[in-house]
Every structure is written in C-alpha cells, then in structure tokens.
C-alpha cells in the first residue's frame, strides 16, 4: 500500500508540475520527461507467453543431434555420449520454445522410433553428410519413412545436413539430389540447410525457418 501512496503522489507531483509550470521551460520538459518514464515503467505489462511446439528429433547415431540441441541450449559438449531411448530439452528461441524429443538413432532403437511420434508438431532430421554411403543410404531411408509416416507426412520438416566442416562433406544440393527431396517431398513444408556446431548462428537460423513453419501451420489450423 506504501508504495502505492508512492507512485500516487510521485505521479501528482510529476502532473502539477506539468500543468502549473510556471516560466521554467527546463522544469517543464524535465518533469514531461521523467513523466514518460513513470508510465513506461508502471504501464508495462509482462510480455506476452512465447508459444510452445512439440517437435521430434530423430537422425543415426553420430549425426550429431545431441551436440546440436545441447549447444542450442547452452550445455557443455565436452562428454558428450549417444542417447540411449529418449532425451528431451526445451529448447528457447526470441519468438518460440521447442520442445524437442530426441530420440536415439542405434539400430536397437530405431525401430521404436514410431512409438513416440504421437504429438508432435513438427520434426528434425540429423544426418551426416560425411557419413560412407553405407550410413547415408540407411539415413535415406530412414528419411523417406519418417516422410511417409502417417502422424509426420503432415508436418512441417527441418532436415540438417551437419558437419559441413569435415572435408568428406557432401553438398546441400547434393544431399537434396541423393535423398530425392524434391519428388518425395513435394506439397509438404520442409527446409534442408547444412549445419554444423561450429557456426550455430547458421543453426539457429534454420531453427527459426522451421518455427516459421509451425507458426503458419498453427495458423492454417486455427482457421479450419
């Protein structure tokens, strides 16, 4: 209640000086101004709640997903180890927060990836572009069943081509002609950018296209 007397009266004061100020021309535009800053500070509400989306991670182990999402999250990358089964990390952007499934990509446990597709909102595919051919064709498929799957054919996707810094690297338009993209995804909202943790300002700008993604599919759901 003190400070609420306080801000009253600090407020009056600020308001009589402006209305009776006399032939102080200084004093008038010093009380204007610290009036304007009395309304910003007290009239400011607390901003508005970033949405949130659900989205799956999914990539082979070694794509490097969990080196991505822990530098997006600001953790050490030091011992970084593959995830066994599930992690899952809210991950903060200026204009959305992901709360991103990550799910493990051994042989054991790629077979159980369908099982935690349910409610998703969108997703992320990891894939190596220095992997042999033996690995980049299994991450094609994987790929193209994730594509296909029917609680993920509608979503919007982000697929990263990471360590683009290794020389056996291949292209993005490269991966883009050897994984087929442009048939098999042709009518869905997908981005395919390189990455690698090494310029995670690249990274996060291709997080922000696939929030855009969401936030337009929010939309058009909104209105249906």
């Given at each position: 209640m003190h400070s609420i007397n306080?801000?009253?009266?600090f407020q009056s004061r600020?308001?009589?000086?402006?209305?009776?100020?006399?032939?102080?021309?200084?004093?008038?535009?010093?009380?204007?101004?610290?009036?304007?800053?009395?309304?910003?500070?007290?009239?400011?509400?607390?901003?508005?709640?970033?949405?949130?989306?659900?989205?799956?991670?999914i990539?082979?182990?070694g794509s490097g997903k969990t080196s991505l999402l822990s530098r997006l999250c600001s953790e050490a990358t030091d011992n970084i180890v593959?995830?066994?089964?599930?992690?899952i990390k809210a991950v903060p952007f200026q204009n959305a927060i992901l709360n991103v499934k990550?799910?493990?990509?051994?042989?054991?446990?790629?077979?159980?990836w369908s099982r935690y597709y349910q409610g998703s909102q969108g997703v992320v595919f990891v894939?190596?572009?220095?992997?042999?051919?033996?690995?980049?064709?299994?991450?094609?498929t994987e790929l193209h069943s994730a594509l296909q799957h029917p609680q993920l054919c509608t979503l919007p996707f982000l697929i990263l081509a990471n360590h683009q810094d290794k020389p056996a690297a291949r292209s993005v338009q490269e991966i883009k002609k050897y994984f087929e993209l442009e048939p098999l995804a042709r009518g869905k909202s997908w981005i395919l950018e390189g990455g690698?943790?090494?310029?995670?300002?690249?990274?996060?700008?291709?997080?922000s296209q696939l929030i855009h993604l969401l936030e337009e599919k929010d939309h058009e759901t909104g209105r249906i």
């Open positions: 306080t801000s009253v009266s600020l308001i009589s000086g402006l209305l009776f100020p006399g032939d102080n021309s200084q004093k008038l535009s010093r009380n204007y101004m610290d009036y304007l800053c009395f309304r910003t500070l007290c009239c400011k509400g607390p901003p508005p709640p970033r949405p949130e989306y659900d989205v799956v991670c990539g082979l182990t593959p995830t066994t089964g599930f992690s990550e799910l493990g990509g051994a042989d054991s446990i790629k077979k159980y894939l190596d572009s220095a992997s042999s051919e033996e690995d980049l064709e299994v991450a094609r690698t943790v090494d310029n995670m300002d690249a990274v996060k700008e291709s997080f």
